[in-house]
């Protein structure tokens, strides 16, 4: 059988891998074959997500690792290179972590340092690890980033994080210049609000439902293997020769509803 994504063999990192965009996303590569190293600050939801992996056919193990610290991204580099010899992929998924409601004059400096630290700092310090990586084995590499539609518009009340997400844009067209001339390629996801377990934006499972019949013309919450499709996308020799460019995960809602409407914050 042609492999026509060009994910065999391949070597992907994927940070923030333990969360449910993480999970779907390690899993999937797996199922294109490549071999997977799940990076999360919890040491138990990477070794999950490591194992669904595994039981899709990779080569895949978890690692524990703090993505806004330098120590620990060239601990878990180094990882990816002793067991696999480099690195193909690199998937930054790790974000939030912003205090909501939270506006431009009510978000004290060191809010406004979190969430930078969380969104950018730690997307900007793994990309750039992958990318020397990659130019040290004069692969074609593809890093993919994580940005949301708050970086996209206006983002009221969540304003540290649409910045951060904004800058995450920024920054992977920037990449996508000065990585081209060396076959390294850089895209950029933007997810819609995916829910997970004990996370309650726009309320009970029920309301989250009815708010997206209401305002998402596909009319359903976007899920995490949407958001792991798109990825696999970026990642595949299927998009060999687009960089810069950007997937909007979120069934058109973006296109016609601000970000926020009707939603239920808790």
């Not at 010899?85 to 400096?109: A, E, H, K, Q, Y």
């Amino acid at each position: 059988m042609t492999d026509i994504l060009g994910l065999r063999d391949k070597v992907a990192v994927v940070t923030g891998g333990g969360g449910n965009i993480g999970t779907a996303t390690s899993r999937m590569l797996a199922q294109c074959g490549a071999r997977v190293l799940v990076v999360d600050i919890d040491q138990d939801r990477a070794q999950r997500a490591a194992r669904a992996a595994q039981e899709a056919g990779s080569d895949a193990f978890g690692m524990a690792a703090d993505s806004r610290d330098p120590g620990d991204i060239a601990a878990f580099v180094s990882a990816a290179e002793q067991r696999w010899g480099g690195i193909d992929v690199g998937v930054n998924i790790v974000g939030g972590g912003v205090r909501m409601p939270s506006t431009v004059l009510d978000t004290p400096d060191e809010d406004w340092a979190a969430a930078l630290d969380m969104n950018l700092y730690s997307t900007i310090r793994c990309c750039r690890a992958y990318a020397k990586v990659m130019l040290k084995n004069k692969v074609a590499g593809s890093i993919v980033n994580i940005a949301s539609p708050a970086g996209l518009r206006a983002a009221p009340n969540m304003a540290a994080y649409g910045v951060a997400k904004a800058a995450v844009i920024n920054l992977t067209h920037t990449l996508a210049v000065e990585l081209g001339p060396s076959n390294i390629r850089a895209n950029v996801v933007v997810p819609a609000w995916v829910p997970a377990p004990g996370v309650n934006w726009g309320g009970t499972e029920e309301q989250q439902a009815e708010l997206a019949r209401r305002n998402v013309p596909m009319g359903r919450v976007t899920r995490a293997e949407d958001v792991a499709g798109a990825v696999i996308a970026f990642a595949s020799q299927l998009t060999s020769f687009s960089t810069g460019q950007m997937i909007v995960c979120d069934g058109g809602r973006l296109l016609t509803n601000p970000i926020n409407t009707g939603a239920v914050p808790g």
